[in-house]
């Protein structure tokens, strides 16, 4: 603890022997550190102390030493410099765990139970014998052997048994080694020298694990059940059927029944029907006094009960009155110091009311349940009727360990409640026992509705999506269980509740819990344990003891001294120790034959009970008239009657032995302190407790009590009154509604009585773990949202079943099963009133929890300094909780005031106005509040809910959503109105009150219930909210809202913000509002009715219609993608119709106004094989164009209404030319020439169609006869009747210079800053609207979202900085620039994508023209760019000068998109060119290196005579191909990879670069200059070995787009030496 708890004030340690109860004096060692954990075995003991500092006491045989007393224990020294956290003592071995996870073992290994060092060998192989004794404390590798390669085991927990030792690891994996079935290994052999996994328990979650002397326990999180039918191997043999032990005649047969019976655990070598296999010796053990040498393996003599001294059933003392006096001794007189306040602070109503309201209402009492959920109760013959044993309270200060215990004389075996595992005891003796009183039911208690669960029905006590359902995190080595976590990795604050318990190992007594005596060879789990919610489990000698959630123990094995704590049989499953009703243990030990209980009492301090063998001397024994206990047990295993005296004929004459029959009080505990854990041996018990004077200690003790006990309190209403409200008969008086919300309260009530135990054993566990305690890690200030979520889902529901009327019907009913109400008296209704809040005032007591974890939290915080963090976390917390509990407090009145106003006006409200989760706030039938103008005889009644407003007018009910409803306080002016003006989002109201102080409560619950409903947002402007109109109202539009449901934010009544509005017909609206129209970017469905299909529109809408860059999906198929204005096509915009299967199937792109086809466009219309490239009109062609049509047919010309009229050009592929007039579609009419492919010519008047044939009237001219210059007759070059490059695709620069903001060709400052902020806008705006953006794109834009600063002169750095913005904004259409470029991409790959040759001249007019208006929006945008080819110095001198181009900016980003057709078109126009360069190409690169270069007259002083491969220097040989010049023939390859030709050039520089260096290095690196004789023929060679498929086109690309700067230079050059190399190709006669 910090800052308020020192060493010296925590770990004190106090050791005492069991059963010397009188004559004890605990002993503590003398250690000037506090002992963090003791570790007790059969005759030796471990401590733990601060700085993980390990000494030993007792008998250490293995140290030679022959005992080291308890008050002086010595350090183990080998272990420092080591931190411990967990120690374990077993039999006579010693284990210690690191905080590293490394174990260390010593003491006796004669059955390998320290291990075997790291030098011996693995499992099975022995290389040297095992040393029997392992005198100092030595490291034991755990190590998986099973992986590749082995890996070391990190441990977790550590425990050690008699012959063995058990390790978890923190890949929750258990780890045995030693001997015995008790380790749970599949093999042949019973023991293993080193640590091997438990293969049966690996995949499952294991929380705890121990050891008993020759048994194995496992706490194991329970999993979900499996269907039988796909269950595997080991699952059906690890879990069997719930044993059926309740009936005396089924023992016998339940013993080797198959439901008990696991095929793959079971020694039956060992086994036979009538006899249990006998318990293995140690060698090691001596007997204690009075204990024969063996006593484990003899059998005990049979002890006979009587009926009349049957074993109570753990109920208190009766008086003949029938009241229950738990204080009073058994001859009835008072007790000297009865506990004053165990039942103080009861959290529900008195017992005896609580049941007698719950008979009423079942029509039978709880007691008939009890009885007739026992199989067994008919069939328990006379004994059920005789009188109950009197219960002796444990805790009375005047009570005597003799009134409890029997004496028996030495020898005398075993006490009468344990089955004898010999066949002399047999199964008789069992029977015995089961008459005297009915066994228990070993099934578990029914969880909600109060019935048990098949084991193969799914776990669902723990509500879905829960905490628990997660994994359970780990602990350090050596905590306390449930708290642990792993390094690195985050703890769950609470545990778990399901869980498992699993046990393999020796069952002679009973001790594995499955219903017989057989041994286990692997884990089995206890399934009468499955559902009991076991949270610790502790193993002894010869039996088990497992604690509950609720403070409950089970124990099960070896009763021969009362250590069970109950004679319930059999003892072969787990059976509930006899503890009084109002005690909760919290902690457990189990020794050789006794145990320990740490239970809570009622000064919070705890107290430790004690159940076992008891050692009294001779003068201690009680006198023949002292009168004997209850409880006692005699030497002939009899219990004496209350007025029996003991015989003196019975007693040893030296020493007596007795044992307890339950557990009982130890005297000295009280002077302990503040005990959190209690331990056990064979020879010793020992606490550990903190100093009662701190007051962190008290104040955890009492939170960590009060939770114990309101966790018990809450398990017995879930079990009594709910499973009483959830009957059949109860229920099936309720109607559906009420029903359901009594199941809704049912399961929120659970879930809040699971997480009151999840916490409760949360704070045990951090009680006990003494070496980490920080009250800041508390559970209630770590999952406070956990806490707070819970109880308030379970005000909701009792709140929501009380306002509907649920108690009243279940009084109703409790009051028509029990009759005839008795005659009025004056003070029965009170009397009855009160009875009849019986189950309400239960169901609402657990929010005072709520208030108790307040005042806990501030008891902490005072015992800090204010300034610590500990406090002001406590008191955050305290805060926190306090104002939950007064807010659930204000809801539960709130509830009862609206079950009132429902009883009393439910015939003037119509039904479906009540509904659970309404609550009145206030309501006007005092006249507080009235309607203005409201007329002279209307009625207006106004009701306001905690979510709606009723205004009741006549018989006409309006309903007003709070979460749309504005508040406003009207002013007063002269008339002194006082008034409320509400506006909804169909209506306004004025309401008038009849008071300014009225107007005031009714503005205030107005505006409160509006804040309550809207939460931190509340009396905004702004809001969201949810409505559904139910008529257009004031604000009619051309749609309507009839109907219509929106959903998003408000501002003043009016959709403004971003919602979703939908109709009824099916059509929705998701996007932004202005004003309550749609405005902004949005999505919208449109019905189509004529189709039945829906449109879909997504992109900008502006004052309620579509406006702006959309994308449209016509439910006929077409889809428009542009940009709108006022709800029609305008601007720039492609569409889309039909399909290619389609008749219709089409693709337009272009200019549009008012849903026209107007100005300049595209159409590709796939039906008819044409493509049209011109002006249009009013959806009509009209004006100059260009018609392609697929049988590749060139038309240019003029058309006027669809037709092409006037002169005209058409050209063919065969290189046939006509230029005249058309007519019509197509039809050659008038004069014209007519160009034939050879070169004659007709010159005439033609008439007819060019693909049916022409009618020619004219003069024939034949070429070469008539020219002499052999030129062609001059005819008009493709294009000339085309539109202007500068007039097309127009409309996409005015969409762009729209989304600047500014005007086209706007040059002024102002426009360029306003085009700016326009760009981070309409970023900003992308971003928001594009969810589905990854992390790095969204960096990325917003590093876009940049406004440049001119002023200073620009430098190369900033030069290629614009360069790299451009690029980056190119990458993304939500930049204006990246739209651009992606539009006119678009363009161009529709217009001269697959066409013929003839558009190459148009192609390259219209990229010029791209080009050109582009650089204009540079430098716009950047308008402080130098000139064009201005020369800027570099910052880095290597790099050289930069030159100013912004055409070579845009080609760089808008190029990759148009180079595929752009190439394709250059390719169409050389086609024969280039096949012949290919051809003869392919035919040179035949030859060998050598060849070719001799062939092509390279000098032989540069031919290479070795080339580099990889490194590896390789000769050139006549025969070697593709190994010349390798890097210069790589570089020129790349030319096809690149787009720009400046970055093309540059590849041509490069590669001479690379051929230059290498002749250089040929030459031994001397200094030369290329004539070009030499270059010529050694470039030439390059070419031909790069392979450029298309090589001229490239060419002609680099030609046509080559930067003014660039030409006439070096570049320039090297480009010319290309061409020639191409030409010469082409010209080589091969």
């Not at 909600?448 to 669902?460: E, F, H, I, N, Q």
Request: charged letters at 20%; glycine letters at 10%.
């Amino acid at each position: 603890m910090k800052s308020s708890e020192s060493p010296a004030q925590r770990g004190l340690l106090q050791l005492w022997r069991p059963g010397l109860c009188e004559e004890l004096s605990p002993e503590r060692p003398l250690l000037s550190r506090p002992v963090l954990q003791v570790a007790l075995g059969d005759r030796h003991g471990l401590l733990l102390a601060q700085g993980g500092l390990v000494y030993s006491f007792g008998e250490l045989p293995w140290r030679q030493c022959a005992l080291v007393p308890t008050a002086a224990p010595v350090l183990e020294r080998a272990l420092l410099g080591r931190p411990v956290v967990q120690v374990s003592a077993g039999g006579a071995h010693c284990g210690a765990l690191t905080e590293q996870g490394g174990v260390y073992m010593w003491g006796e290994n004669s059955a390998s139970q320290c291990g075997a060092s790291d030098t011996h060998t693995q499992q099975g192989e022995r290389a040297s014998p095992e040393p029997v004794m392992v005198p100092e404390p030595s490291p034991l590798g755990v190590v998986d052997r099973d992986a590749v390669p082995p890996v070391a085991v990190r441990v977790l927990e550590l425990s050690c048994g008699q012959e063995h030792t058990l390790a978890l690891s923190a890949q929750n994996e258990l780890w045995a080694w030693g001997s015995g079935c008790q380790l749970g290994l599949v093999s042949r052999s019973s023991s293993s020298r080193s640590p091997r996994k438990v293969e049966h328990l690996v995949g499952r979650h294991i929380i705890q694990v121990v050891c008993g002397g020759y048994h194995s326990l496992a706490l194991v999180r329970g999993s979900p059940a499996q269907n039988p039918n796909t269950r595997n191997a080991s699952a059906r043999c690890g879990r069997r059927q719930p044993a059926q032990v309740s009936e005396p005649e089924r023992e016998e047969t339940d013993a080797t029944d198959h439901g008990y019976y696991c095929p793959l655990g079971v020694e039956l070598a060992d086994v036979t029907p009538g006899k249990a296999s006998p318990h293995r010796g140690s060698p090691r053990r001596r007997p204690a006094a009075g204990q024969s040498n063996s006593p484990r393996n003899t059998t005990p003599p049979t002890t006979t009960i009587t009926a009349d001294h049957r074993g109570s059933s753990g109920r208190d003392q009766q008086d003949p009155d029938g009241q229950a006096r738990p204080w009073t001794q058994a001859d009835g007189g008072p007790k000297a110091c009865p506990l004053v306040g165990w039942r103080a602070n009861k959290n529900f109503p008195d017992e005896a009311e609580l049941r007698e309201f719950l008979r009423r209402l079942s029509g039978h009492s709880l007691e008939e349940d009890e009885v007739n959920q026992c199989p067994g109760a008919k069939e328990a013959g006379p004994a059920a009727n005789q009188t109950p044993e009197p219960y002796v309270d444990p805790f009375d200060s005047s009570y005597d360990e003799h009134s409890v215990a029997g004496t028996h004389t030495e020898g005398s075996g075993g006490g009468p409640a344990l089955p004898p595992s010999t066949p002399s005891g047999g199964v008789e003796e069992v029977e015995a026992v089961q008459e005297e009183e009915p066994a228990e039911r070993t099934s578990s208690p029914s969880r909600v509705y109060g019935k048990p669960r098949s084991p193969t029905t799914p776990r669902s006590r723990m509500p879905p999506g829960s905490p628990s359902s997660g994994p359970r995190g780990r602990r350090s080595p050596g905590g306390s269980p449930g708290s642990r976590h792993q390094a690195g990795e985050a703890p769950e604050e609470l545990p778990s509740l399901e869980t498992e318990v699993w046990s393999w190992g020796r069952g002679a007594e009973g001790q594995l819990g499955h219903g017989d005596q057989l041994p286990r060879l692997q884990p089995l789990c206890i399934d009468t344990l499955t559902e009991e919610e076991v949270v610790k489990v502790a193993a002894g000698s010869h039996h088990s003891l497992a604690l509950t959630a609720d403070g409950q123990v089970f124990s099960w094995g070896s009763n021969n001294c009362g250590q069970l704590g109950h004679i319930n049989t059999p003892v072969t499953v787990p059976q509930k120790a006899k503890l009084p009703d109002d005690v909760s243990v919290w902690d457990l030990s189990a020794g050789l034959d006794h145990s320990l209980l740490l239970v809570d009492r009622d000064c919070i301090q705890p107290v430790i009970l004690y159940c076992g063998q008891q050692r009294q001397s001779l003068s201690q024994r009680s006198s023949p008239g002292q009168r004997s206990s209850p409880g006692q047990r005699s030497s002939a295993g009899q219990r004496s009657s209350p007025g029996q005296r003991s015989s003196a004929g019975q007693r040893s004459p030296s020493r007596t032995e007795s044992y307890t029959v339950r557990p009982f009080l130890l005297p000295f505990c009280v002077e302990m302190g503040y005990v959190h854990s209690v331990h056990s041996g064979a020879q010793l018990c020992g606490a550990l407790a903190d100093n009662s004077r701190v007051c962190v200690v008290s104040a955890l003790h009492e939170l960590s009590s009060r939770e114990r006990r309101n966790h018990r309190s809450l398990q017995g209403v879930r079990k009594e009154v709910l499973k009483t409200l959830l009957a059949d008969s109860v229920r099936m008086s309720l109607d559906s509604p009420r029903t359901r919300l009594l199941v809704a309260l049912s399961e929120s009530f659970v879930r809040l009585s699971v997480l009151t135990g999840r916490h409760s054993v949360a704070l045990s566990n951090f009680l006990r773990e003494s070496q980490h305690r920080d009250v800041t890690s508390l559970p209630l200030l770590t999952q406070e949202g956990l806490f707070q979520e819970t109880y308030k889902e379970y005000s909701h529901s009792v709140g929501n079943f009380q306002v509907m009327g649920g108690f009243q019907n279940l009084q109703k009913l409790s009051e028509k099963r029990a009759g005839p109400p008795p005659a009025q008296q004056g003070a029965a209704p009170e009397g009855r009133a009160a009875e009849q809040d019986d189950p309400l005032r239960i169901l609402y007591q657990p929010l005072e929890l709520l208030h108790h974890y307040s005042k806990s939290l501030l008891k902490l915080a005072a015992c800090f300094h204010p300034s610590s963090a500990e406090y002001k976390s406590l008191y955050q917390g305290c805060c926190q909780y306090e104002t939950l509990s007064l807010s659930l407090w204000k809801k539960r009145k709130g509830a009862e005031k609206t079950l009132d106003f429902w009883t009393k006006y439910s015939t003037k409200l119509p039904r479906t106005v009540c509904v659970p989760e309404r609550r009145l706030v206030c309501e006007s039938s005092d006249g507080s509040v009235s309607l203005m103008n409201g007329g002279r005889f209307c009625s207006d009644w106004f009701v306001l809910f905690n979510d709606a407003l009723l205004h009741t007018q006549s018989s006409s009910h309006t309903f007003y959503p709070l979460s749309c409803l504005w508040v406003q306080p009207v002013t007063e002016d002269s008339s002194g109105l006082v008034a409320i003006k509400l506006t909804s989002p169909e209506q306004s109201l004025v309401l008038v009150a009849s008071s300014p102080q009225k107007r005031n409560q009714w503005y205030r619950s107005l505006s409160g219930a509006v804040q309550q409903v809207l939460g931190d947002g509340a009396q905004g402007r702004c809001r969201s909210a949810s409505y559904t109109f139910s008529s257009d109202g004031e604000r009619e539009r051309e749609r309507g809202l009839r109907g219509a449901h929106y959903s998003g934010v408000w501002r003043a009544a009016r959709l403004h913000g971003r919602g979703a509005l939908t109709w009824p017909d099916g059509g929705s609206y998701t996007g932004n509002f202005r004003n309550g129209l749609e405005d902004g970017y949005g999505e919208c469905l449109l019905p189509n009715k004529l189709l039945e299909k829906m449109d879909f529109y997504q992109g900008h809408w502006r004052d309620g219609k579509i406006h702006g860059f959309g994308k449209y999906s016509y439910a006929g198929g077409e889809v428009y993608e542009g940009c709108f204005h006022e709800g029609h096509r305008h601007g720039y915009g492609m569409l889309s119709s039909g399909r290619m299967a389609k008749a219709s199937a089409s693709v337009f792109i272009g200019h549009w106004v008012h849903d026209r086809k107007s100005g300049y466009g595209v159409l590709d219309d796939i039906t008819r094989g044409q493509k049209y490239m011109g002006l249009w009109l009013d959806d009509q062609r009209h004006g100059r164009a260009v018609v392609i049509t697929q049988h590749g047919v060139y038309y240019e010309g003029n058309f006027k209404d669809n037709r092409m009229t006037g002169r005209g050009l058409l050209l063919s592929d065969d290189h046939t030319a006509f230029h005249g007039e058309f007519s019509e579609d197509w039809t050659v009419n008038g004069k014209g020439v007519l160009s034939l492919s050879n070169g004659d010519s007709i010159e005439g008047v033609f008439s007819g169609l060019w693909s049916s044939g022409l009618k020619v009237s004219g003069t024939f001219t034949k070429f070469l006869l008539h020219q002499e210059n052999g030129s062609r007759s001059s005819l008009p070059e493709a294009g000339s009747l085309a539109v202007c490059a500068d007039q097309r695709w127009q409309c996409v620069f005015d969409e762009f210079w729209s989304r600047l903001g500014c005007s086209a060709g706007s040059t002024g400052h102002a426009d360029w800053r306003t085009a700016w902020y326009s760009i981070a806008v309409t970023i900003t705006t992308g971003r928001r609207e594009s969810p589905d953006l990854s992390r790095s794109q969204s960096r990325a834009l917003e590093r876009l979202e940049w406004i440049p600063q001119p002023g200073q002169p620009i430098t190369a750095s900033d030069y290629n900085n614009v360069r790299h913005y451009l690029t980056r904004a190119c990458e993304t259409p939500l930049h204006p620039l990246g739209w651009l470029v992606e539009t006119l991409v678009t363009t161009f790959r529709i217009s001269y994508g697959g066409c013929s040759h003839f558009l190459l001249q148009l192609a390259v007019q219209e990229l010029r023209s791209y080009i050109s208006r582009c650089c204009a929006l540079l430098r716009f945008l950047f308008p402080w760019l130098p000139e064009e080819g201005a020369v800027l110095p570099s910052d880095n001198t290597q790099q050289g000068v930069c030159v100013v181009s912004c055409s070579s900016l845009i080609m760089s980003v808008l190029l990759p998109g148009l180079y595929p057709p752009l190439l394709t078109l250059y390719y169409q126009k050389e086609e024969s060119q280039a096949a012949s360069y290919w051809l003869k190409l392919l035919r040179l690169n035949t030859e060998a290196d050598q060849s070719l270069l001799s062939f092509l007259g390279v000098s032989r002083k540069f031919w290479p005579e070795s080339t580099s491969v990889l490194r590896d220097s390789k000769q050139v040989e006549s025969g070697t191909k593709d190994s010349c010049f390798v890097s210069a023939v790589e570089t020129l390859q790349q030319i096809s990879s690149t787009f720009t030709p400046s970055d093309k050039l540059r590849l041509v520089q490069r590669s001479f670069q690379e051929l230059t260096q290498e002749v250089t290095a040929q030459m031994d690196g001397a200094h030369f200059l290329w004539s070009m004789d030499d270059l010529f023929p050694l470039f030439l060679y390059v070419v031909l070995r790069a392979r450029i498929r298309k090589l001229g086109a490239e060419m002609s690309l680099m030609e046509d787009f080559m930067d003014p700067h660039l030409r006439h230079g070096e570049l320039d050059l090297m480009f010319t030496t290309l061409k020639a190399c191409y030409y010469h190709i082409q010209q080589e006669d091969t």
